[in-house]
């Protein structure tokens, strides 16, 4: 009986000893949501008021480009300025990151920290929509 008992303490010695008492690291906190088609876009004299930014990543080989809410964007620069303008008219817009699959992940983490030092509140990743 003695060595049976010495066997079940040194598993469990065994398991509290190999067992990970820390929570999983998250790297991107960010939701993830669903992508939308919309129909009937607000035109240039009468746009709809905005709910939420769109930032679009693209990458072409080695050169990246970004589109905010429709309008192009071709230097990293220019990403953050815009960004950081419309933090300043209303941070707590929800902002959707749509990462094309071509696109190196440096470059998709590169804007996911331009969108965070520009202060938005709330960052979520778009995936395409499942047929």
């Known amino acids: 009986m003695t060595p049976m008992i010495d066997v079940v303490f040194l598993l469990l010695i065994y398991f509290v ?4 008492f820390t929570p999983p690291e998250t790297v991107l906190a960010a939701a993830i949501v ?3 088609t919309e129909q009937g876009a607000g035109t240039e004299n009468n746009a709809p008021p905005l709910e939420r930014i769109v930032v ?3 990458s072409n080989g080695p050169a990246s480009t970004w589109v905010v809410n429709s309008r192009t964007i071709s230097s990293p620069a220019e990403l ?3 960004l950081e303008a419309l933090a300043a008219i209303d941070a707590r817009l929800p902002l959707v990151l ?3 699959p071509a696109t190196p992940v440096g ?5 996911y920290d331009r969108c965070l030092r520009a202060g ?8 395409p929509q499942q047929p």
Do not use: G, H, I
Not at 17 to 20: F, I, K, L
Not at 107 to 111: E, I, Y
Not at 120 to 127: I, R, S
């Open 80 to 82: 953050t300025e815009v």
């Open 34 to 36: 669903a992508e939308k």
């Open 56 to 58: 679009k990543v693209n």
């Open 98 to 100: 749509d990462v094309t």
């Open 120 to 127: 938005f509140q709330t960052l979520q990743f778009a995936v």
């Open 17 to 20: 000893c190999t067992a990970s």
């Open 107 to 111: 470059v998709a983490v590169d804007a």
